[in-house]
């Protein structure tokens, strides 16, 4: 165990003890009738909620809304996140710098509709998150990619850590049907740019998966 698995343990039992305290003290307020001091305890109960269930995802059932929100952003349709046990994962920086390759289900009412899909699925899908509102985005794609593209299928190619992982991508890219998008930033500017960090994805329907790719550098 980590000094961040340690710390993050501790964290943990620190924002449920102190989520006891405020219920406990709110529930004291508002029993002896203190107005303006149980307005201000619920405010500071339902903000610590927030943060648990929002920010930090640590309470029961949280995950489900934010696995539905994150797929809903990245392909247009709400769905949970069924991983299929093919995942890599690098050990990350302190800064978020690493690798990580991720294999979902995708539900068959989903799959079927992107056999077809809209043309809101190739103009507006994926969307940038906050932490990625400075990144440039390439909406989704019929495969296979183009020569053009080859500096960022490259760069997401690094996410692959086996011959299995490779193989993978390399079959779902030229394979027809499928689609493939990515979000990126560049490193430096002008002719001495380069992918510095991106987040690769490819849908196939007739597999009935999702690959999520990370770089980060």
Known sequence: ?????VFGFFFVVGLYVALIVLGFYSYRAVKRKRVKQSCVLIAAL???LWFMGVVVRVLPGSNIYYERSQMQAITGHAFRMQEIGRSEHSDRAFNGDGLSFEVF??????????????NTFFEEYPKRDRYRDHWEVEHWKET???KDED???RFARLACQSSRSQAMFQSLLAEKGNYYSYLYYMHGSGADANVGNIDFFI????RKILVIMNVNT
């Not at 289900?105 to 809209?118: F, G, N, Y």
């Not at 849908?203 to 007739?206: A, E, L, N, Q, V």
Request: zero cysteines; proline letters at 16%.
């Open 1 to 5: 165990m980590s000094i961040f698995d």
């Open 46 to 48: 339902l903000f610590h």
């Open 105 to 118: 289900s995708i539900p068959d009412s989903v799959a079927k509709e992107l056999r077809k899909p809209s």
């Open 144 to 146: 296979i990619p183009p």
């Open 151 to 153: 500096q960022y299928i």
């Open 203 to 206: 849908i196939s329907p007739s």
